[in-house]
């Protein structure tokens, strides 16, 4: 099984450009705990997570060594640009499912974007693997057809309400 395989599309991306506020609302409206940015060629060129938003917002500035001027002259950054993390985390479109647990386990990631060269082709989430570690046994012998999220209707679009799991 590939990335491509599991991977969501279309990727719900950002612009460099994009103001701090858009970015919070669009995490908070599709329920992502990242999103992809790209830059005015469509490439991508990094990544913004909620901790990357709040930690700009709430984050007290450094003062310098026994206070004085500066120590509260830092004001929060205003594009997606200014707060992002970058070069990005990444998965090839080709890559195994082995390959993308690896990476979202390793760096305690919860979704990474998925590419194609540098074009974000989609995006995979711990809660897009989730279904398929379900239908592989002790084993590691797969058990049952599971289907890809892009096809599943009870995985999109993400909601805040629990499911009851699905009986196998």
Do not use: C, K, W, Y
């Not at 901790?51 to 310098?64: H, Q």
């Not at 090839?92 to 060269?117: A, F, K, Y």
């Amino acid at each position: 099984m590939r990335a491509r395989d599991i991977m969501r599309t279309p990727a719900v991306t950002v612009s460099s450009r994009t103001a701090v506020s858009t970015a919070a609302e669009l995490l908070a409206h599709h329920g992502f705990s990242a999103m992809p940015v790209i830059d005015h060629a469509g490439d991508l060129v990094g990544v913004v997570s909620e901790a990357d938003l709040i930690n700009n917002e709430f984050a007290a500035p450094e003062a310098p060594l026994g206070g004085g001027a500066g120590a509260a002259s830092e004001r929060p950054a205003n594009t997606v640009g200014e707060v992002m993390t970058s070069p990005p985390v990444t998965v090839d479109q080709d890559d195994s499912l082995q390959t993308v647990v690896d990476v979202l386990i390793s760096g305690h990631r919860r979704s990474v974007p998925v590419v194609h060269g540098r074009r974000v082709v989609g995006v995979l989430t711990r809660r897009d693997v989730l279904p398929f570690l379900s239908h592989v046994s002790h084993d590691s012998t797969p058990v049952g057809n599971p289907v890809p999220t892009a096809h599943r209707p009870d995985v999109e679009p993400r909601s805040r309400e629990r499911r009851p799991p699905v009986a196998t």
